[in-house]
Nanobody
């Protein structure tokens, strides 16, 4: 059974940091590109960051570049999103996605991040 379980969300003040984790099971994690998305109330889901299968290539949305860092540990089947210098506009539900060129992709249930004073 495929599972992607996000954790690490919460309430943080502007300028603070959070580290999200997404633990994967039920598929060959190291064969999948891993991606973080987010969705704020009333808005469409948007891309945040992605990391290649080996971790050698990363991409970021312009809105988070320089503040967020995506990483992965293939031995632990986990992808991370380190979020620094958080802003109120980063408030969203954050989702991880496992993507493969030819196979089905998978989504987690999401974790809420709220940035507020």
């Amino acid at each position: 059974q495929v599972q992607l379980a996000e954790s690490g969300g919460g309430l943080v003040q502007p300028g603070g940091s959070l580290r999200l984790s997404c633990a994967a099971s039920g598929f060959t994690f190291s064969n999948y590109v891993m991606t973080w998305y987010r969705q704020a109330p009333g808005k469409e889901r948007e891309f945040v960051a992605s990391i290649s299968t080996t971790g050698g290539t990363t991409n970021y949305a312009d809105s988070v570049k320089g503040r967020f860092t995506i990483s992965r540990d293939n031995a632990k089947n986990t992808v991370f999103l380190q979020m620094n210098s958080l802003k109120p506009e980063d408030t969203s539900i954050y989702y991880c996605r496992a993507w493969h060129l030819t196979l089905s992709d998978y989504w987690g249930q999401g974790t809420q991040v709220t940035v507020s004073s």
